[in-house]
């Protein structure tokens, strides 16, 4: 209890809406680990639409508020705070936790007490197959990413290709859709590296791959321990293209690399965020535009669609909505994002958007 007291302490946030809350929603997340660039961004994105939908009244006329702690991308602080949140703070459901191990930690905790997370930024598999029934995916998943990523590269003439895999859940869940590219294209990587999930040792990796000599690698990890590790491949005198997955599609993460991001390439889960045409893109930018922003990012982005989405399953479900009822609003779900891009679930599948495209950076910003 101490840690998540010390979290609240440190990082409870409150939605500014100037009145009590009346729908409670949780979030633990990275506010100061490996993870906190892109997850700051995220929430931007989402509370971009819950101060647009309180400022109207709310949801039927009560306000939304999100309690968020900082779990620092630890799988036992997210459990400890996914606990205080559900058992303490009787929140009606989470949203956008962080994490493959963080998220794979706390679904006992949502089976138990009967509480549904809605996009948990993740897109580890085990969230998807076998459905997990109250967890509902907004995103794709980290195999389809990956094996895009595999196949991009090779048909691009991209053969010779070494991998960086974090040494968790998460890295062997992307390793899984990596494998699947590898042999469909009768390849074997130039190198597999394991790396230590938040205290990676460059000193060792960094010779392995150089030793290697790839034209390209698939780092699958998250945000600084990318971000350091592109730098010191480069540092080595490695020119390889660089692949990572879209948990590092964040502003912060293009920051963080530097001269070094120039070229790294990002899959994406989400319609180009300066595709202006789209109807997603158009109401997301109007809103970010009014807070004084000019752009939007991959990551904000994510967090605006899967707020989205708890928005309108909470319309669906009704005034004073319990746990129970949001659960079953969003098992019989459908809806239409704009620009073809739709969010349906079922009892038999929670898989949300199925979609995957890649970005490079460039000058600064993702570009397609």
């Known amino acids: 209890m101490k840690t998540v007291l010390a979290s609240c302490a440190a990082a409870l946030v409150l939605a500014a809406t100037g009145a009590s809350a009346q729908i409670l929603i949780g979030q633990s997340a990275d506010f100061s680990g490996p993870a906190a660039a892109g997850v700051k961004e995220t929430i931007l994105g989402s509370q971009l639409l819950i101060d647009q939908v309180n400022a109207q009244g709310g949801i039927h006329g009560e306000q939304?508020?999100?309690?968020?702690?900082?779990?620092?991308?630890?799988?036992?602080?997210s459990l400890e705070n996914t606990r205080f949140l559900i058992e303490d703070k009787k929140v009606l459901a989470l949203l956008l936790n962080r994490g493959t191990p963080n998220t794979i930690a706390v679904i006992p905790l949502l089976d138990a007490y009967g509480v549904a997370?809605?996009?948990?930024?993740?897109?580890?598999?085990?969230?998807?197959?076998?459905?997990?029934k109250h967890i509902f995916n907004v995103r794709s998943t980290y195999q389809r990413e990956a094996e895009k990523a595999v196949q991009h590269l090779n048909?691009?003439?991209?053969?010779?290709?070494?991998?960086?895999?974090?040494?968790?859940?998460?890295?062997?869940?992307?390793?899984?859709?990596?494998?699947?590219?590898?042999?469909?294209?009768?390849?074997?990587?130039?190198?597999?590296?394991?790396?230590?999930?938040?205290?990676?040792?460059?000193?060792?990796?960094?010779?392995?791959?150089?030793?290697?000599?790839?034209q390209a690698v698939l780092w699958i990890g998250s945000g600084t321990a990318v971000t350091?590790?592109?730098?010191?491949?480069?540092?080595?005198?490695?020119?390889?293209?660089?692949?990572t997955l879209s948990n590092n599609a964040s502003s912060g993460f293009i920051k963080e690399l530097g001269p070094a991001g120039a070229g790294v390439?990002?899959?994406?889960?989400?319609?180009?965020?300066?595709?202006?045409?789209?109807?997603?893109?158009?109401?997301?930018?109007?809103?970010?535009?009014?807070?004084?922003?000019?752009?939007?990012?991959?990551?904000?982005?994510?967090?605006?669609?899967?707020?989205?989405?708890?928005?309108e399953a909470l319309r669906r479900a009704g005034p004073r909505p319990t746990r129970?009822?949001?659960?079953?609003?969003?098992n019989r779900f459908k809806y239409d994002l704009g620009g073809g891009l739709d969010v349906s679930y079922s009892p038999t599948d929670h898989s949300g958007i199925d979609y995957v495209d890649l970005s490079i950076v460039s000058e600064g910003r993702f570009k397609r």
């Open 117 to 132: 997370l809605i996009g948990p930024s993740t897109g580890a598999m085990v969230l998807h197959k076998p459905l997990q």
């Open 155 to 214: 048909t691009t003439g991209i053969r010779h290709i070494a991998v960086v895999q974090a040494d968790d859940a998460f890295g062997k869940d992307a390793m899984e859709g990596a494998s699947r590219a590898f042999d469909k294209a009768r390849l074997k990587p130039a190198a597999l590296v394991l790396a230590d999930r938040s205290k990676p040792d460059f000193a060792r990796i960094v010779p392995q791959l150089v030793q290697a000599n790839p």
């Open 324 to 330: 129970a009822k949001l659960i079953a609003t969003l």
């Open 228 to 243: 350091d590790g592109v730098k010191a491949l480069r540092a080595a005198g490695s020119a390889a293209q660089v692949v």
């Open 64 to 77: 939304i508020e999100v309690i968020r702690l900082d779990d620092g991308l630890d799988p036992g602080v």
């Open 265 to 311: 390439i990002v899959t994406q889960v989400l319609p180009y965020e300066r595709a202006f045409g789209h109807p997603l893109i158009k109401e997301a930018l109007a809103l970010t535009r009014a807070r004084g922003q000019s752009e939007l990012s991959p990551a904000l982005l994510e967090g605006f669609v899967a707020t989205k989405v708890l928005v």
